[in-house]
Protein backbone atom coordinates (compact mmCIF):
# COMPACT_ATOMS: atom_id res chain seq x y z
CA UNK A 1 0.00 0.00 0.00
CA UNK A 2 2.99 2.83 0.54
CA UNK A 3 4.53 2.09 -2.42
CA UNK A 4 1.24 2.37 -4.83
CA UNK A 5 0.78 5.44 -2.56
CA UNK A 6 4.26 6.57 -2.97
CA UNK A 7 4.18 6.02 -7.01
CA UNK A 8 1.05 7.98 -6.92
CA UNK A 9 2.79 11.18 -5.45
CA UNK A 10 5.44 11.00 -7.24
CA UNK A 11 3.22 10.61 -10.41
CA UNK A 12 1.34 14.19 -9.18
CA UNK A 13 4.78 15.52 -8.68
CA UNK A 14 6.55 15.29 -12.14
CA UNK A 15 2.52 15.81 -13.96
CA UNK A 16 2.19 18.94 -11.73
CA UNK A 17 6.13 20.45 -12.66
CA UNK A 18 5.49 19.27 -16.25
CA UNK A 19 2.64 21.31 -16.66
CA UNK A 20 4.64 24.06 -15.08
CA UNK A 21 7.46 23.99 -17.38
CA UNK A 22 6.35 26.47 -20.20
CA UNK A 23 7.95 25.96 -23.76
CA UNK A 24 8.47 28.80 -26.38
CA UNK A 25 9.24 28.60 -29.87
CA UNK A 26 11.14 31.52 -32.37
CA UNK A 27 12.11 31.20 -35.80
CA UNK A 28 15.29 32.81 -36.22
CA UNK A 29 15.64 33.50 -39.81
CA UNK A 30 12.67 35.86 -39.58
CA UNK A 31 14.73 37.36 -36.63
CA UNK A 32 17.92 37.97 -38.74
CA UNK A 33 15.91 38.95 -41.66
CA UNK A 34 14.02 41.65 -40.05
CA UNK A 35 17.55 43.05 -38.33
CA UNK A 36 18.43 46.38 -40.12
CA UNK A 37 21.92 45.64 -38.77
CA UNK A 38 22.08 42.62 -40.04
CA UNK A 39 21.42 43.68 -43.64
CA UNK A 40 24.18 46.43 -43.56
CA UNK A 41 27.02 43.20 -42.23
CA UNK A 42 25.85 41.42 -45.33
CA UNK A 43 26.73 44.29 -47.55
CA UNK A 44 29.34 44.60 -45.82
CA UNK A 45 30.46 41.00 -46.23
CA UNK A 46 29.89 40.76 -49.27
CA UNK A 47 31.70 43.97 -50.23
CA UNK A 48 34.96 42.45 -48.83
CA UNK A 49 34.03 39.39 -50.95
CA UNK A 50 33.74 40.96 -54.12
CA UNK A 51 37.16 43.00 -53.74
CA UNK A 52 38.86 39.78 -52.69
CA UNK A 53 37.26 37.64 -55.78
CA UNK A 54 38.91 40.89 -57.90
CA UNK A 55 42.17 40.83 -56.43
CA UNK A 56 42.19 36.73 -56.57
CA UNK A 57 41.38 37.15 -60.57
CA UNK A 58 43.74 39.99 -61.03
CA UNK A 59 46.82 37.96 -59.40
CA UNK A 60 45.04 34.36 -61.61
CA UNK A 61 45.59 36.83 -64.84
CA UNK A 62 49.06 37.50 -64.03
CA UNK A 63 49.53 34.04 -63.25
CA UNK A 64 47.84 33.11 -67.06
CA UNK A 65 49.85 35.94 -68.37
CA UNK A 66 53.33 34.47 -67.20
CA UNK A 67 52.39 30.94 -68.29
CA UNK A 68 51.15 31.97 -72.13
CA UNK A 69 55.02 33.88 -72.05
CA UNK A 70 56.67 30.73 -70.69
CA UNK A 71 54.91 28.80 -73.23
CA UNK A 72 56.02 30.73 -76.27
CA UNK A 73 59.22 31.56 -75.17
CA UNK A 74 60.15 28.03 -74.12
CA UNK A 75 61.27 26.58 -77.30
CA UNK A 76 63.81 29.47 -77.56
CA UNK A 77 65.14 28.68 -73.58
CA UNK A 78 68.00 26.88 -72.52
CA UNK A 79 67.41 23.95 -69.89
CA UNK A 80 68.18 26.29 -66.83
CA UNK A 81 66.52 29.13 -67.91
CA UNK A 82 63.49 27.12 -68.78
CA UNK A 83 64.18 25.66 -64.77
CA UNK A 84 64.33 28.95 -63.52
CA UNK A 85 61.23 30.27 -65.09
CA UNK A 86 59.42 27.29 -63.98
CA UNK A 87 60.62 27.98 -60.54
CA UNK A 88 58.68 31.67 -60.95
CA UNK A 89 55.55 30.37 -62.33
CA UNK A 90 55.88 27.25 -59.17
CA UNK A 91 56.08 29.88 -56.74
CA UNK A 92 53.26 32.71 -58.76
CA UNK A 93 50.99 29.57 -58.29
CA UNK A 94 51.56 28.78 -54.63
CA UNK A 95 51.22 32.74 -53.61
CA UNK A 96 47.75 32.55 -55.21
CA UNK A 97 47.20 29.17 -53.09
CA UNK A 98 48.22 31.22 -49.95
CA UNK A 99 46.21 34.40 -50.63
CA UNK A 100 42.97 32.60 -51.48
CA UNK A 101 43.50 30.23 -48.45
CA UNK A 102 44.39 33.78 -46.02
CA UNK A 103 40.99 35.61 -47.69
CA UNK A 104 39.13 32.33 -46.80
CA UNK A 105 40.60 32.93 -43.30
CA UNK A 106 39.85 36.58 -42.94
CA UNK A 107 36.26 36.25 -44.64
CA UNK A 108 35.50 33.55 -41.73
CA UNK A 109 37.26 36.28 -39.22
CA UNK A 110 35.26 39.47 -40.47
CA UNK A 111 31.69 37.25 -40.91
CA UNK A 112 32.36 36.06 -37.15
CA UNK A 113 33.26 40.08 -35.68
CA UNK A 114 30.19 41.31 -37.99
CA UNK A 115 27.75 38.71 -36.85
CA UNK A 116 28.39 38.03 -33.26
CA UNK A 117 27.04 41.60 -32.11
CA UNK A 118 23.93 40.81 -33.82
CA UNK A 119 23.51 37.39 -32.39
CA UNK A 120 24.04 38.99 -28.79
CA UNK A 121 21.34 41.40 -29.41
CA UNK A 122 19.19 38.43 -30.73
CA UNK A 123 20.00 36.62 -27.19
CA UNK A 124 19.20 39.42 -25.54
CA UNK A 125 15.78 40.39 -27.06
CA UNK A 126 14.92 36.19 -26.43
CA UNK A 127 15.92 36.96 -22.89
CA UNK A 128 13.88 39.42 -22.75
CA UNK A 129 10.58 37.94 -24.20
CA UNK A 130 10.60 34.74 -22.47
CA UNK A 131 11.29 36.58 -19.14
CA UNK A 132 8.45 38.79 -19.27
CA UNK A 133 6.22 35.60 -20.61
CA UNK A 134 7.68 33.74 -17.65
CA UNK A 135 8.75 30.46 -19.90
CA UNK A 136 11.26 28.19 -19.51
CA UNK A 137 12.64 27.30 -22.50
CA UNK A 138 12.91 29.02 -26.34
CA UNK A 139 13.14 26.64 -29.41
CA UNK A 140 14.49 27.23 -32.44
CA UNK A 141 12.27 26.28 -35.33
CA UNK A 142 14.53 25.42 -37.95
CA UNK A 143 16.22 23.31 -36.25
CA UNK A 144 13.60 21.71 -34.14
CA UNK A 145 12.40 18.26 -35.96
CA UNK A 146 9.15 18.55 -34.73
CA UNK A 147 7.01 20.95 -32.48
CA UNK A 148 3.79 21.13 -31.28
CA UNK A 149 2.66 23.54 -28.85
CA UNK A 150 4.18 26.23 -26.64
CA UNK A 151 4.06 30.26 -27.64
CA UNK A 152 5.06 31.43 -31.19
CA UNK A 153 7.15 34.33 -29.63
CA UNK A 154 8.72 35.35 -33.22
CA UNK A 155 6.78 38.63 -33.40
CA UNK A 156 7.55 39.80 -29.48
CA UNK A 157 11.15 39.20 -30.32
CA UNK A 158 11.66 41.05 -33.42
CA UNK A 159 9.68 44.24 -31.47
CA UNK A 160 12.29 44.40 -28.78
CA UNK A 161 14.84 43.20 -31.49
CA UNK A 162 14.01 46.45 -33.28
CA UNK A 163 14.64 48.27 -29.68
CA UNK A 164 17.96 47.22 -29.05
CA UNK A 165 19.16 47.20 -33.08
CA UNK A 166 18.56 51.00 -32.45
Known sequence: MKKVLLALVLIFSVTSLMAQTKVGHVNSQKLLDTLPSRKVAIKKLQD???????????????????????????????????????????????????????????MQAYSQELNAPILSRVQKAVSIVAERLKLNYVIDESVTLYYSGGTDITTDVIKELLILDK
Open 48 to 106: FERSGVTELQEMEADFNKAVAKYQAELPNMSPVIAKIEEEKLMKKQQALQDREESLNNE
